[in-house]
């Protein structure tokens, strides 16, 4: 039989990234008592999955790029090229100790953290597992999800999050979006296949027609049933990949 055990904070942050940790250490210099509630490992989307490990691809493809640009300009150094799976082992000395450096911090902070999904009860009360836990207040800080194409075969795309991770990319890739963060992940991919390491088509065009074309019909369609339009979450704004 399973113990459900109650407490009471200050403040109650569902969520361990960048817009939760705004709050949660702020709130508790001031001396507030305050729980954070994370089901994923500590440290949300841009230190996990997002800016940070992109910006360390994104970095060894700038320099290849660099290199590649100034050969015949003064600098004739020997081309570079990008060792991917040592990229990516590169990547994950910054991304794998996050979680851990996380909980330290929010633990010298003197801020209480609980791991699983958290569910509201009530206006402020919300159980995680066996748990249940009140704020005074509750800031939601869970994040965004990708977007919802609406398009047939969806199913079968991946994620930017899942693009992070491989130790080996595909001779081809379609980017589905044509946001910034696509074209970072599309520049470093043609850096990464440069010609002689393997058959490289980069289609962020055809992506874009793609996306857009569906769009386009999924909007007819809703028009012509007079059905309401599917809602897109906030992905699109910050990118999300999850
Ligand atoms: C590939 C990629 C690259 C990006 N690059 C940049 C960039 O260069 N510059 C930039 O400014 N932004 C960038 N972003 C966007 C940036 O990462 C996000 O805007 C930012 O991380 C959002 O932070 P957040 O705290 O709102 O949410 P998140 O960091 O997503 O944190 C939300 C957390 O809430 C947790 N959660 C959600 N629901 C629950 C629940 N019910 N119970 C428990 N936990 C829950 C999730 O597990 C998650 O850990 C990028 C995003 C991606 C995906």
């Known amino acids: 039989m399973s113990m459900t055990t109650s407490t009471n904070v200050d403040l109650l942050v569902v969520g361990t990234g960048s817009a939760a940790g705004a709050v949660a250490y702020k709130c508790r210099s001031a001396g507030w008592t ?9 440290g949300g989307t841009c230190q996990l999955r997002g ?3 992109k910006k360390v691809l994104v970095g060894g493809a700038e320099l ?18 990008i060792d ?38 009530d206006r402020t009360t919300l159980r995680v597992d066996d748990q249940t836990i009140t704020g005074r207040y509750v800031v939601i800080a869970g994040g965004a999800r990708r ?18 991770e491989p130790d080996r990319l ?3 890739i379609v980017f589905v979006g044509g946001g910034y963060i696509a074209f970072e992940f ?3 991919t043609a850096i990464a296949l440069e010609p002689g390491r393997g058959k490289f088509a980069l289609a962020i065009a055809l992506g874009i027609v793609l996306l857009l074309f569906a769009l386009i019909v999924n909007a007819a369609l809703g028009v012509a049933s007079g059905a309401p339009r599917p809602e897109s979450d906030s992905l699109g704004k910050n990118q999300r990949g999850a």
């Open 34 to 42: 305050v729980t954070v509630i994370d089901s994923r490992p500590f």
């Open 147 to 164: 977007a919802t194409l609406n398009i047939p075969g969806e199913e079968h795309l991946t994620t930017s999050t899942q693009f992070l």
């Open 84 to 121: 991917w799976p040592d990229l990516m082992r590169f990547k994950r000395t910054f991304t794998d100790p996050v979680p851990e450096q996380n909980e330290r911090s929010f633990a010298s902070a003197g801020i209480g953290m609980l791991h699983g999904r958290a569910r509201f009860v």
């Open 186 to 188: 599309a520049h470093t």
């Open 51 to 53: 800016c940070d490990p």
């Open 64 to 81: 290849v790029d660099w290199d590649r640009r100034m050969q015949s300009n003064g600098v004739p150094a020997p081309g570079l090229t």
């Open 170 to 172: 595909p001779g081809q």
